[in-house]
């Protein structure tokens, strides 16, 4: 049951989502179906790279002159994801044209904030990017949290840890 979403949880903001009950949640990040390529290869160099599956599908595989009831049972995955843990960055975008209160999700394969070689992964939820912004620029440097690049399929999400994310919305 590896981030299946059952319903928009009112946990205190728009990313938060309960995933099998209230007491296991992550942080949505916005914008990632953007940057898909660039998620792709932050996960790719990432050091602690899982693969999990979840139950198993039976599909029966008919040939061209199979007898009737005949074939063949072939066992897949239901349900294969990628994991990757990675640390990422949370960097406020004052001068972003669409949002001045615009927070960047940002991560470097190295574990540290780089501007010149981190790659952007997406974007703080426009409703709670207001309330954390002010925040992130009084800091003298960008936020630190941990997270994680799930993908199925070549399609790929980034997942913050909610315990950090909430903090950082109560302050």
Known sequence: MIFRRKR???LGGGGFYAVDGPDNCFYDVAGESFRQDDIE???QAGSSFMRTTEGV???KILKPGDAPGGGRWREQPANTWDIVGVILWLVP???NEHDPNAVGVWADPTGHYRPEQSVLMGYIPRQDAARISGTLQRRTAPERIEGTIVGRHSRWGVKLDSDA???LLQT
Request: hydrophobic fraction near 40%; glycine fraction near 0%; avoid cysteine.
């Open 8 to 10: 928009k949880s009112d």
């Open 41 to 43: 290869a932050v996960a």
């Open 57 to 59: 599908v039976r599909t």
């Open 93 to 95: 975008e004052p001068t």
């Open 165 to 167: 994310m909430d903090a």
